[in-house]
């Protein structure tokens, strides 16, 4: 299986701040890589498909970046409503896999 | 606007088997283009993908799973299904159906993300 390691695990931040997090695959794959928010009750809501494509409705402030086996979320100005735990996901190879999460906390 | 609710019991026993289905509504499964599937979450724990299906009936599993785990679909109700068969307290979570995007190139395809996900439905198990 494709291990994905996120980091950091949680990041505390104030709103305006730059958050930048990690995703890492344990082998290459390609550009197939998503990002979900969740917040908590929820269902997980896609933000990012294929390492930097925004979905849909979702704002600009979040932009995804990398290929292979590191890729990064940014969220360029936090925003109250942003305050979340993030998923990576591997849609390369069989199981598809998720991070294990990184929680963005108010500072 | 797609939506996907999950129904089914919400207790079920050591070594019996769990069953949920997925209404899917303003969308119909049969048109194609989307995967059809069941990802869980234990309690504070992250996202694990189960499996998935095509309105073909062709489906993908998690090999940690797949000896308990059948997914089927039913077109005719708009509908598809989880079955798990021999439960354990391992898996007691919070149950989630959604549509998986379908990507195909050069003889490749991929289900790249899952872009409509239901609320999510709490299946605990216990005696």
């Known amino acids: 299986d494709i291990q994905m390691t996120q980091s950091p695990s949680s990041v505390s931040a104030s709103v305006g701040d730059r958050v930048t997090i990690t995703c890492r695959a344990s082998?290459?794959?390609?550009?197939?890589l998503a990002w979900y928010q969740q917040k908590p009750g929820k269902a997980p809501k896609l933000l990012i498909y294929?390492?930097?494509s925004l979905q849909s409705g979702v704002p600009s402030r979040f932009s995804g970046s990398g290929s292979g086996t590191d890729f990064t979320l940014t969220i360029s100005s936090l925003q109250p409503e942003d305050f979340a735990t993030y998923y990576c996901?591997?849609?390369?190879?069989?199981?598809?896999?998720f991070g294990q999460g990184t929680k963005v906390e108010i500072k | 606007q797609v939506q996907l609710q999950e129904s089914g019991p919400g207790l079920v026993k050591p070594s019996q088997t769990l069953s949920l289905t997925c209404t899917v509504s303003?969308?119909?499964?049969?048109?194609?283009?989307?995967?059809w599937s069941w990802i869980r979450q234990h309690p504070g724990k992250g996202l694990e993908w189960i499996g998935y299906?095509?309105?073909?009936?062709?489906?993908y599993y998690n090999p940690s799973l797949k000896s308990r785990v059948t997914i089927s679909v039913d077109t005719s109700k708009n509908q598809f299904s989880l079955k798990l068969s021999s439960v354990t307290a391992a898996d007691t979570a919070v149950y989630y159906c959604?549509?998986?995007?379908?990507?195909?190139?050069?003889?490749?395809?991929?289900?790249?993300?899952?872009?409509?996900w239901g609320q999510g439905t709490l299946v605990t198990v216990s005696s």
């Open positions: 959604a549509r998986g995007l379908l990507y195909c190139s050069g003889g490749s395809c991929y289900v790249p993300a899952f872009d409509y």
């Open positions: 303003g969308g119909s499964i049969s048109s194609g283009g989307y995967y």
């Open positions: 299906i095509y309105y073909s009936g062709s489906t």
């Open positions: 082998q290459g794959i390609s550009s197939w």
């Open positions: 294929a390492a930097s």
């Open positions: 996901q591997q849609a390369n190879s069989f199981p598809l896999t």
